[in-house]
């Protein structure tokens, strides 16, 4: 069965550092999502993209943060300049968009990010 | 804006017994879809069960039941013969029809299973 996946499982990086995380969504969706999900709360939406541009973003989503479909696989998160409460667990998603399963979004098996 | 609310942080319940988690929700939309995912201790998040809004019939997935109350704006989970793999985090998900939309979650609900 077709899945998101998710690199690197867990990322240790220092405050001020740029981090890219990768999601390679599956083959025939359309649509691309960002969460996260600060530890003990709620996962949160950042961004979703449609057609290589932002379709719609989140306040959490602010200059910091950029997303990029690079090729035909690969959508990436970048935060340019990480802070300590950038700290959480980054989840890639992506829907089809065409059928009915337009309406389910799967996950991929998240990032966790540690800023240190 | 769309909220959705899960008031009961916590749940327990006894392995083979069935136990109900809550879940409202707030918005003006007429269609949209609500979903329960399973977080477990891996923080994957797993889709248990979809409801479509224009759906009066409460939707089923083996165990797993909701009580979609659309008036009442209410969409709770029954988890029939409960399992000690079924120990996770739940959280309700709201998402308006729209192609392409965010999913709205819930705080939360995290289910113990006492064997």
């Known amino acids: 069965e077709p899945e998101v996946t998710q690199t690197p499982s867990h990322q240790v990086t220092q405050m001020g550092q740029e981090v890219i995380l990768r999601c390679v969504p599956i083959?025939?969706?359309?649509?691309f999502y960002w969460y996260r999900q600060i530890l003990g709360q709620k996962v949160e939406f950042l961004v979703s993209f449609y057609n290589n541009e932002i379709s719609e973003k989140s306040e959490i989503f602010d200059d910091q943060f950029s997303v990029e479909r690079p090729d035909g696989s690969n959508f990436t998160l970048k935060i340019r300049s990480t802070k300590l409460e950038d700290s959480a667990m980054y989840f890639c998603a992506s829907s089809d968009g065409g059928t009915f399963s337009q309406y389910e979004q799967y996950f991929g098996p998240g990032t966790r990010l540690t800023v240190t | 804006a769309q909220t959705v609310t899960q008031s009961q942080p916590e749940m327990s319940v006894q392995e083979a017994e069935t136990v109900t988690l809550s879940c409202t929700y707030d918005?003006?939309?007429?269609?949209?879809?609500l979903f329960w995912y399973k977080q477990p201790p891996s923080r994957q998040m797993i889709l248990v069960i979809r409801?479509?809004?224009?759906?009066?019939q409460n939707a089923t997935e083996n165990r797993f039941s909701v009580n979609f109350q659309k008036a009442a704006k209410s969409f709770s989970l029954k988890i029939s013969d409960s399992q000690l793999g079924d120990a996770a985090m739940y959280f309700c998900a709201y998402r308006p029809e729209t192609s392409g939309s965010r999913l709205t979650f819930g705080e939360g609900t995290q289910l113990t299973v006492n064997p």
């Open positions: 918005t003006s939309e007429s269609d949209y879809y």
């Open positions: 409801q479509e809004a224009y759906k009066q």
């Open positions: 083959s025939n969706h359309l649509y």
